[in-house]
């Protein structure tokens, strides 16, 4: 059994900057991919950011240049750093852990609340 813990999630104000961690503990094979996924209000769930295993990194055109995604395997974690929040960056934000199996699975989440 796999399980994601996420942190870090807040308010704060546009502008300001804040870091999210996801620890993967369980049953996790060294090669995977572990990402961030965010779902706003009355919107579905979307991708923001993903890193694989070998540090390929993927992200959302709406986070670029702002977000940066990181993870260490040692410690199955994976950070976000976001600089530069707006108010359309709130969301409920996930970690995910895809498998080379196709077993996806994700965390609780963490609600990250930006204001004007």
């Known amino acids: 059994q796999v399980q994601l813990v996420e942190s870090g999630g807040g308010m704060l104000q546009a502008g300001g900057s804040l870091r999210l961690s996801c620890a993967a503990s369980?049953?996790?094979?060294?090669?995977?991919?572990m990402g961030w996924y965010r779902q706003a209000p009355g919107k579905q769930r979307e991708l923001v950011a993903a890193i694989t295993s070998g540090g390929s990194i993927n992200y959302a055109d709406s986070v670029k240049g702002r977000f940066t995604i990181s993870r260490d395997n040692a410690k199955n974690t994976v950070y976000l750093q976001m600089n530069s929040l707006k108010p359309e960056d709130t969301a409920v934000y996930y970690c995910n852990l895809k498998l080379p199996s196709g077993m996806d699975y994700w965390g609780k989440g963490t609600l990250v609340t930006v204001s004007s």
């Open positions: 369980g049953s996790i094979f060294s090669i995977n991919v």
